[in-house]
């Protein structure tokens, strides 16, 4: 295949503008002169990015691993190949079904016409991926346009550079430049790729970037899902397993050392059992980290910066009266201020922080566990909706009634029950997040049909046609006026 390469460091904006702009013409062209790809040719470019994941597993491992300084196999396998792996696999099996245009329901008033949906590419579309998992943040969505039959402008993020380095080299082996282009640099090439004017713009990240990509994206009205983040509560209810609770929720908290947007960001937890909470919690992290910090399988923050971050949320918050509770060892609940290499910093709950405390109203992507506690199940709901919308929402509980009762009065992007995280690889729910936390969804066919232009088709029959000449023309008589007072009026 012929790779596509441009060093955008050297270029001002506006150079950088004119040669995306470029591509993007180059690849609209071949669009037009190919025409839309049949299902075989679709399963034939999911079956090369297929083949380029499986080919290049131990690369993915490595890559991944350069970028944070410590990044377990084991969870860049669980996390982002296994998963990724599985979804390619589901739309190849499905994408000629999704294709197939879908008979529709005709209102009674215009039988016997016949009606119908047909998917379309929408051309070419754009991706910016996410640094924190570089690889199945970036080809997921891929694996959704491709399937949807479009061409894609694809920019992994400059904070995981090892990854996408590997990104543009391995995908330009399999692809074309004008069927999927890579374009790799920072912030000002971001900005760029979203001022363009594409079919649909796919965005991973934090809120705030989030919302100056929607500003890029306006003029040009091109339709964006956005995949942001926000504060996930998990709900240890009054009828909860705690144990197995706590459990799940270190797990998930552990993994990527908090760096997942679907992430537990905190818990509330039934006044009365907090301290059984927390004890729990600590003997999880331990039986499933024993070697602590060092740990192979614990991963490291992805730089000195988050490291830092981390430090200062938990400083501030001890300083405004929450107590902190490491959950791997008996030392000291933080280490001193100088950030190690790898940046690791291991789980630690944070009892009972006060609201107005920055970790109470960041986001915050690590390993830090608030845990709040309430009297009432009303009373932790009534924190959760004073909020944002989060991405995800977790609730442990074994009453029905219960279950139904949070589901009711609570929105969120996402849910899973009696665990935490596992609505995102389900191929046939949506994901995504509402409001602050997101727009729009995807995975499986919601996510070709996000990247698919769903046309309405009506056509016409010969005896409402021969009904509309005579009657829906002017000048009007008697038989449409008692049409017109039938459609009023029953």
Excluded at 12 to 30: E, N, S, T, Y
Excluded at 193 to 200: Q, S, V, Y
Aim: net charge positive; with cysteine; proline share 8%.
């Amino acid at each position: 295949m012929n790779a596509w390469r441009h060093d955008f460091a050297a270029l001002p904006p506006d150079d950088v503008a004119a040669v995306l702009r470029g591509q993007l013409q180059r690849m609209r062209q071949a669009a037009q002169r190919d025409g839309a790809p049949n299902a075989a040719q679709r399963r034939t470019h999911l079956r090369r990015l297929l083949q380029a994941v499986l080919d290049h597993e131990a690369d993915w491992v490595r890559a991944v691993d350069a970028d944070f300084g410590r990044r377990s196999a084991t969870e860049t396998r669980l996390l982002e190949l296994g998963p990724l792996a599985d979804q390619i696999r589901h739309n190849l099996r499905h994408v000629a079904h999704w294709m197939r245009p879908r008979c529709a329901p005709v209102n009674p008033l215009f039988w016997p016409a016949r009606a119908r949906i047909v998917p379309q590419p929408l051309g070419v579309v754009g991706i910016i991926g996410a640094w924190n998992y570089p690889v199945q943040l970036t080809l997921s969505p891929l694996a959704d346009a491709l399937a949807a039959g479009n061409r894609v402008l694809l920019k992994p993020s400059e904070l995981a550079p090892h990854t996408a380095e590997l990104l543009q080299r391995v995908l330009a082996e399999v692809f074309a430049s004008d069927h999927v282009c890579v374009v790799t640099g920072g912030p000002t090439v971001a900005a760029a790729l979203a001022a363009l004017p594409l079919g649909h713009l796919l965005f991973t990240g934090s809120t705030r970037v989030g919302r100056l990509v929607a500003q890029a994206a306006a003029p040009n009205l091109t339709p964006v899902t956005l995949e942001l983040g926000g504060k996930s509560p998990a709900i240890v209810g009054p009828g909860a397993d705690v144990v197995r609770a706590a459990d799940r929720i270190a797990a998930a908290k552990g993994w990527n050392a908090g760096q997942t947007c679907i992430a537990p960001d905190y818990c509330l937890v039934p006044r009365a059992q907090r301290d059984a909470f927390v004890h729990a919690l600590r003997q999880s992290v331990q039986r499933r980290w024993p070697h602590g910090v060092d740990d192979a399988d614990y991963t490291a923050l992805s730089s000195a910066a988050a490291w830092q971050r981390q430090l200062r949320l938990a400083h501030e918050a001890a300083t405004a009266g929450a107590t902190l509770v490491p959950l791997m060892g008996d030392g000291p609940p933080l280490p001193e201020a100088t950030a190690p290499r790898p940046a690791v910093l291991g789980p630690v709950a944070v009892l009972d922080p006060p609201a107005t405390c920055a970790l109470m109203q960041e986001e915050i992507f690590g390993p830090l566990l608030p845990v709040l506690t309430y009297d009432t199940l009303s009373q932790a709901l009534d924190h959760i909706n004073a909020g944002p919308r989060p991405l995800a929402l977790y609730l442990f509980e074994r009453e029905r009634a219960t279950i139904e009762h949070v589901l009711a009065h609570t929105v969120s992007g996402g849910v899973t029950i009696n665990d935490c995280m596992l609505h995102q690889p389900q191929h046939a729910l949506p994901f995504g997040g509402v409001g602050a936390s997101g727009m729009g969804a995807y995975h499986g066919r919601h996510g070709f049909e996000r990247f698919s232009h769903l046309k309405g088709v009506y056509e016409q029959s010969t005896l409402v046609g021969a009904v509309f000449d005579r009657w829906v023309r002017p000048p009007y008589g008697a038989p449409l006026q008692r049409l017109l007072r039938f459609m009023l009026r029953r």
